[in-house]
């Protein structure tokens, strides 16, 4: 499935979780990444994210302590075809298990 060049990360993937995380508008952020149990390679999956074709947003903030932190995440226009091509394959895998009687 490509949309413009895109394509979608392999499914239960850290990088899938990104971008469905980043699909529904939020900005994520190493903490937030941490405490959802998604461990410290954020960078890594923005990374694989953009080697998928996706234009991510990425803004550096001062932390308390003098550091800086990204934060990430996609336009209006990349969070709409995010969305459509999640909930398109989402329903073309539905129709296959449909298909195939519900076997797994």
């Known amino acids: 499935m490509t949309t413009n060049n895109r394509h ?3 499914i239960a993937t850290a990088a899938r979780r990104l971008l469905t995380a980043l699909a529904n508008g939020e900005r994520v952020d190493q903490p ?3 405490r ?3 461990g410290w390679r954020l960078a890594a999956r923005a990374a694989e994210l953009r080697a998928c074709g996706w234009h991510l947003e990425r803004e550096l903030v001062e932390t308390a302590a ?3 932190r ?3 995440r996609l ?3 990349e969070q709409r075809t995010a969305r ?3 909930h398109e394959q989402s329903e073309a895998m539905a129709r296959s298990v449909a298909l195939a ?3 797994a």
């Open 66 to 68: 003098g550091g800086r």
């Open 84 to 86: 459509d091509m999640l």
């Open 32 to 34: 937030g990444w941490l």
């Open 101 to 103: 009687g519900g076997a």
């Open 70 to 72: 990204a934060i990430y």
């Open 8 to 10: 979608l990360p392999p």
């Open 75 to 77: 336009n209006e226009v």
């Open 36 to 38: 959802a149990g998604n």
